[in-house]
């Protein structure tokens, strides 16, 4: 029996091949619900199709993950040293810096690691999802159609959260780039005093995951506040257009929109592949730029356990 390995990229492949699937069906499904006869001819400008329900696939299909894959660029280039730069600078003389080298190749965990940039990108657009934003983005034509003629208020402001993802998941993404590579990279800090002299639990966290902590609490919170607020806007909307025949289509707008941060995470998946595609040579670049800050030590972590004496 040969003893290949599989290809590297196989299951993400996969896994986005059945996104690109999924959009196809659900296209098709709105066509039939929504726009039995004939959907609006143009969502945005600069998008060169004339047909909303297109426009909404291309810009999930290729806008955002197009905008994932500069974010990966510019976070793991430009603020990955920033970040490194910064925690030296609070901290100082108070850490001990170091590399962990590690030989293992670890593969990228999309859920773990991806799910926390999709739900702060979900969170900036629903800030700036206003009433003049709204009116700025998307085609009056369209407005009028879905909010006014067919009683939809709910897919509407799917349609202009949509439009903001293409800038809000790029920038999320930015943030986050530099926790993958900062943690893929292996610099930590330990507390001086913890190492020296002293009888405290030893703590050795990695830069990466520091930083992490900090945009974790933002975007878990920041989403559980959007979507009350979501909720409650829904309720008011469908009471008031109680009555009208296309209210009900409200309620699988808003399931589309609550289950954004669940399909939207495999938007995700071309960035993730540039990101480990890239993962040697950006590695070595942080790795110099940390040995120009003076982190250039290597650390080997290991410990031992030892069995309490036992006292009568």
């Known amino acids: 029996m040969s003893n290949k390995k599989k290809p590297r990229y196989r299951n993400l492949i996969i896994l986005y091949v059945l996104y690109i699937v999924f959009w196809f069906i659900l296209n098709a499904v709105m066509r039939a619900i929504i726009f039995p006869s004939g959907t609006p001819k143009a969502l945005i400008q600069f998008i060169p199709v004339d047909d909303v329900l297109a426009e909404?696939?291309?810009?999930?299909?290729?806008?955002?993950?197009?905008?994932?894959?500069?974010?990966?660029?510019?976070?793991?280039?430009?603020?990955s040293p920033i970040i490194m730069v910064l925690h030296k600078f609070l901290y100082r003389s108070k850490k001990f810096y170091g590399i962990q080298y590690e030989s293992e190749d670890k593969k990228f965990n999309l859920l773990k690691s991806g799910f926390y940039p999709v739900l702060m990108a979900v969170n900036l657009?629903?800030?700036?999802?206003?009433?003049?934003?709204?009116?700025?983005?998307?085609?009056?034509?369209?407005?009028?159609?879905i909010a006014i003629t067919l009683r939809i208020p709910v897919f509407i402001r799917v349609l202009s959260q949509t439009i903001?993802?293409?800038?809000?998941?790029?920038?999320?993404?930015?943030?986050?780039?530099?926790?993958?590579?900062?943690?893929?990279?292996?610099?930590?800090?330990?507390?001086?005093?913890?190492v020296e002299n002293s009888n405290e639990t030893l703590l050795i966290k990695s830069i990466g995951e520091w930083f992490q902590t900090l945009l974790k609490g933002y975007a878990g919170i920041g989403v559980l506040f959007t979507y009350i607020f979501v909720i409650y806007d829904f309720v008011i909307l469908f009471i008031a257009n109680l009555g009208y025949p296309g209210n009900l289509l409200n309620i699988p707008s808003l399931i589309l929109w609550l289950?954004?941060?669940?399909?939207?995470?495999?938007?995700?998946?071309?960035?993730?592949?540039?990101?480990?595609?890239?993962?040697?040579?950006?590695l070595s670049y942080v790795r110099k730029t940390?040995?120009?800050?003076?982190?250039?030590?290597a650390v080997i972590v290991s410990f031992e356990l030892k069995k309490q004496d036992e006292r009568s």
């Open 56 to 79: 909404l696939v291309l810009v999930f299909l290729v806008f955002i993950p197009i905008s994932g894959i500069i974010g990966v660029l510019l976070g793991g280039y430009i603020l």
């Open 125 to 145: 657009s629903f800030i700036f999802l206003t009433p003049e934003i709204i009116s700025s983005i998307l085609e009056a034509d369209v407005i009028t159609e």
């Open 164 to 194: 903001l993802l293409i800038f809000t998941f790029g920038a999320s993404t930015v943030l986050f780039s530099p926790v993958w590579l900062l943690r893929d990279s292996g610099i930590v800090f330990t507390t001086k005093d913890k």
């Open 259 to 282: 289950g954004l941060p669940f399909y939207l995470i495999f938007s995700m998946i071309p960035a993730v592949i540039v990101h480990d595609g890239l993962r040697k040579r950006r």
């Open 290 to 297: 940390a040995n120009r800050i003076g982190i250039r030590d």
